[in-house]
């Protein structure tokens, strides 16, 4: 218990002593303390330091959120990146989903990537509402580049429309039948604004049987962290020649 007095005591130090100038004084003196002490110390190599300051985050955060957003998007914090997502997980509003996928760190480890979708999805939930509409696939289509040995590169293309009063945090899922191998597609997470469609573009590569024609393709919207569908469509495409050896 002994490192849990040491952190009362550093917390004590920020929001017991209060100026004399006034309110407006003591809220400069932590905006301060938040930026140039406790915003590094998330990198301390001590448990303590690292507890504190997220514990000094997470109690004041009308002043920590416009703090920890601006350093999402400094690469000086870049090895911190991910213990901001988590803060902004916890006390942002839904208008920072859009931020933290904006800012998806792609080149960052698994584990950080999953904290970075789990602050979205949390602040997703604290917010949500039940879905009234169904969304729309508006459009589906893939673009072939070529075909080499069988093997095909292209990109699938895609618009999904939220017809709901309620922006919607979605991830999608692609199908395809009679192929013989097929590319793992990330599970990225998209965010939906109300009455707004988005328009996706990501490559994909397929190797499908010798002279094969055709394929058929479905792709699948849900709700993520929710075991829900919410819309759903399939096409049937036809294959490029082969080129020449």
Known sequence: MHWISKITIVLLNLIVFLPTSGEAHFDQIVKNDLQDKWLPALNSQQLVQRFAATQAFLHFPDWSLPI???????????????????????????????????????????????????????????????PSRQFIISRLTFSPHNRKNDTIDGNLLYKIVNPDNEGRLINTHVDLWHVYKKSTLSHSYYWTEAGRPIEIKTPFRFTVFPRQKTINIRLTVSEVGANRTLAQHKIKIRLPAASSP
């Open 68 to 130: 920890i957003r601006q350093a999402l998007q400094n690469p000086q914090f870049n090895s911190i990146h991910w213990r901001l997502a988590y803060l902004l997980g916890v006390s942002g509003p839904q208008t920072d989903v859009a931020l933290l996928l904006k800012l998806f760190p792609k080149e960052h480890s698994a584990f950080e990537q999953e904290v970075w979708k789990g602050a979205a999805e949390r602040i997703f939930w604290r917010h949500r509402k039940t």
